[in-house]
């Protein structure tokens, strides 16, 4: 499989607890994006990293959130004493920027649910 | 900040109407996306329009941007099932290079055999 992928798809979580998202882009895509997406609302960016270096995260995401892209190669979106409101679906998205085309790859997202 | 609205918000059609779905920006576009959203899942790429005026077309989904850079709409040409999702249209926040894709909240299409 060539796509983007998350993992896991799904979580269920007691509120302040702590919770990690994975996401493996295309191989070759240099650029990785993080959303949240709420129930009738678009995705709503988090943050991007190009390489390993994360080059903007949104005012949007407190201090709880954290993410990494280690070796350029896959991230992790962490998520610390998550509150009833971080309920979402996660998104990630990669990009190959020198050849930006405006295309995201998406993955099919990994859905918080915070009881 | 840059923000996408979009209208309508939701949008039943019966199989084999055409329809359109407009999305407006309060700022000039640089770059703007339509992508389609099945429920629940990912989003996958449409097109990306960049010039004034420029329009394009993948089998029954044209898109067109205005002159003033400013709106665009998304038109499908008898419509099928197939094409039941939501529809969300994005745009580039840095108008010299492609970073960050905000976008709209969405239209909602269903198609009714």
């Known amino acids: 499989d060539t796509g983007v992928s998350q993992d896991p798809r799904h979580k269920i979580t007691k509120r302040g607890q702590n919770v990690t998202f994975r996401c493996d882009p295309i191989?070759?895509?240099?650029?990785l994006y993080w959303y949240r997406q709420t129930l009738g609302q678009g995705p709503e960016f988090l943050t991007y990293f190009q390489n390993e270096a994360q080059l903007e995260k949104s005012r949007l995401l407190s201090d709880r959130f954290s993410a990494e892209r280690p070796k350029g190669s896959f991230s992790t979106l962490e998520i610390q004493r998550t509150e009833q409101g971080d309920s979402a679906m996660y998104l990630c998205?990669?990009?190959?920027?020198?050849?930006?085309?405006?295309?995201?790859?998406f993955g099919e997202g990994s859905r918080l649910t915070v009881l | 900040s840059q923000e996408l609205e979009q209208s309508p918000q939701s949008l039943i059609v019966q199989e084999g109407k055409n329809l359109t779905i407009n999305c407006t920006s309060s700022k000039t576009l640089y770059g703007l996306y339509w992508y389609k959203q099945k429920y629940g899942e990912g989003l996958i790429f449409l097109m990306m329009l960049q010039k004034g005026g420029e329009e394009k077309s993948h089998e029954k989904i044209t898109a067109k941007l205005d002159e003033k850079k400013q709106q665009s709409s998304l038109h499908i040409t008898a419509s099928q099932p197939s094409h039941a999702g939501i529809y969300l249209c994005g745009a580039d926040q840095n108008q010299t290079s492609y970073d960050k894709v905000i976008f709209g909240p969405g239209t909602s299409l269903s198609v009714i055999p």
């Open positions: 998205a990669s990009s190959l920027a020198a050849t930006h085309t405006g295309e995201l790859f």
């Open positions: 191989s070759e895509h240099n650029r």
